[in-house]
């Protein structure tokens, strides 16, 4: 699914979208109560989304998420050092109004995931190994059964499945939603990303399992170093979402 991008232009108590560089303006960052939600606090002054809502988070966990990316702002601001910052003004500006579409693509991803096409040899043996254990998972926990395929065409899953992770999807609130969402495409993979919103893996544990054929390639050919550092980052992001969502449990 697409992401709101969130680069910041500033002044005091307010943050908007900006391709323009942003020296930090704030000294103090704090999180307070607003009602039965919790606010993040640039020196006393609510920052904005880039729809110019008020940057709010439904837990004290999740906006000390938030917070600590602004604390962690040096003389620039980085906005991609912000993720959850990021995932927030999603679900705050955006996914309200999309829901149906979101879980639709969920439901998509699901029907496609990864985890359900297998590869031959050595790959298919450990991928069979590691894979079966959560597509049983989630037919035992969640009720939804996927099929594993050989190969890389397309195998239609059946649909009473796609239906209930449809279902599931837009049982959650919009900060879970947009979690989902992300880890979906992040994994490649419905059932992964669920078991990381319900606790059953960690993001890296997530991660790993994602890209089995990257590295039983890499194992095989070696490490290019771009794609290293394209997966280390990826691997971060899994690890933002996986405290994004024990946050949203407290």
């Not at 894979?131 to 195998?155: F, N, S, Y």
């Not at 095989?220 to 971060?236: K, L, P």
Request: glycine letters at 6%; one cysteine or more; proline letters at 4%.
């Amino acid at each position: 699914m697409s992401e709101t991008p969130v680069t910041s232009a500033a002044h005091r108590g307010y943050v908007e979208i900006s391709k323009e560089q942003v020296r930090r303006f704030w000294k103090d960052v704090q999180v307070t109560p607003d009602g039965d939600r919790w606010a993040v606090q640039l020196d006393g002054h609510t920052p904005k989304t880039p729809a110019k809502n008020p940057l709010i988070a439904p837990t004290r966990a999740v906006a000390q998420i938030i917070a600590q990316e602004w604390a962690a702002q040096e003389q620039i601001v980085d906005a991609t050092s912000m993720p959850a910052t990021r995932l927030a003004s999603t679900a705050i500006d955006h996914i309200g109004s999309v829901r149906e579409a979101v879980a639709d693509e969920i439901a998509a991803y699901a029907g496609s995931d990864a985890i359900c096409y297998l590869g031959e040899g050595a790959l298919q043996r450990r991928q069979i190994e590691k894979w079966t254990p959560w597509r049983a998972w989630a037919q035992q926990e969640l009720g939804i059964d996927l099929r594993p395929v050989i190969g890389v065409l397309h195998h239609a899953q059946p649909q009473v499945s796609l239906d209930r992770v449809r279902t599931l999807a837009l049982s959650l609130d919009d900060f879970q939603l947009t979690g989902l969402a992300t880890a979906t495409t992040l994994f490649g993979s419905t059932v992964l990303a669920l078991a990381l919103l319900e606790g059953a893996l960690s993001g890296e544990e997530a991660f790993d399992l994602s890209r089995l054929e990257s590295a039983f390639q890499e194992a095989q050919w070696g490490v290019d170093a771009e794609a290293a550092e394209r997966a280390e980052t990826m691997r971060r992001e899994a690890g933002v979402l996986e405290r994004w969502f024990r946050g949203l449990a407290e």
